[in-house]
């Protein structure tokens, strides 16, 4: 019988787990299995056509998994994007979407989730240089302000 103790990572996977979360871990775990069974596979003597079976079978499956994979984050960033207001990279540019035409959809690439990533940089960074001078000064006006009653209730 488990224990409670042992339900509390599976409670917290179904809750708490993002979907690309989910299926990034599925697409990792793909990876571990066949890359485990290819690696017995070739310990075997004439063994290339089964080796060749389970590299066709591998890339078959993770394709899909893959997919959504791609999916998933492609949405995740332009929701974010959305959320804070940020232009979404060109539409037709190349290096910020792949197509595929096979299922006429279309994913951000390393670049595309690099411009999002930037434009979110740059808006919190002009955000944050507003309140940098007058932190600063207030910092210098109550460390004034500090050694100014030390002097004078030392002079008392």
């Known amino acids: 019988m488990k224990s409670l103790w042992d339900e509390i990572p599976r409670f917290c996977w179904r809750r708490f787990a993002s979907d690309w979360q989910r299926a990034n871990h599925y697409l ?3 990876d571990r299995i066949y890359s485990r069974l290819i690696a017995e596979a070739k310990k075997k003597p004439n063994s290339h ?3 060749e079976e389970l ?3 591998w890339n078959a499956e993770r394709e899909s998994e893959q997919d959504e ?3 998933l984050l492609t949405l995740h960033y332009l929701r974010r ?11 037709e540019d190349a290096r910020y979407w792949k197509r595929d035409e096979f299922r006429s ?9 690099d411009f999002i990533d930037r434009s979110l940089y740059e808006k919190r960074k002009r955000r944050w240089e507003i309140w ?3 932190i600063t000064a207030l910092t210098g006006a109550l460390g004034a302000a500090t050694g100014l ?4 209730s030392h002079h008392r």
């Open 149 to 152: 009653a030390a002097i004078l």
């Open 132 to 134: 940098f001078p007058l």
């Open 105 to 113: 959809v279309r994913r951000l690439t390393d670049a595309g989730i």
């Open 69 to 71: 994979v791609d999916r």
């Open 49 to 51: 056509e089964n080796v």
């Open 55 to 57: 590299y066709g079978e």
């Open 28 to 30: 990792r775990r793909t």
């Open 81 to 91: 994007a959305a959320r804070h207001h940020l232009p979404q990279p060109d539409g």
